[in-house]
């Protein structure tokens, strides 16, 4: 999971023009957005599995 987000988020952030700005919380340029999107997919990583019902092991934390 954490690499196909890593893969989405990249396409997205080399796509991007360096003066498009997005909007989370507040405006951000592309590495900003990058940063938020990498701290989304690790905080959300070890939620996500679980509210979807998955009940396999988990990787020691």
């Known amino acids: ?3 196909a987000c890593a893969g989405l988020l ?3 952030v080399d796509a991007a023009d360096p003066g498009t700005r ?3 919380y507040g405006p951000c340029d592309p590495g ?3 940063a938020m999107g990498v701290a989304e997919t690790l905080l959300h990583t070890g939620t ?4 979807s ?8 934390t």
Do not use: E, I
């Open 10 to 12: 990249a396409a997205t």
């Open 48 to 51: 996500s599995p679980s509210a």
């Open 22 to 24: 997005a909007w989370h």
């Open 1 to 3: 999971m954490v690499t």
């Open 32 to 34: 900003g957005f990058a």
């Open 53 to 60: 019902g998955w009940r396999g092991s988990r990787p020691p």
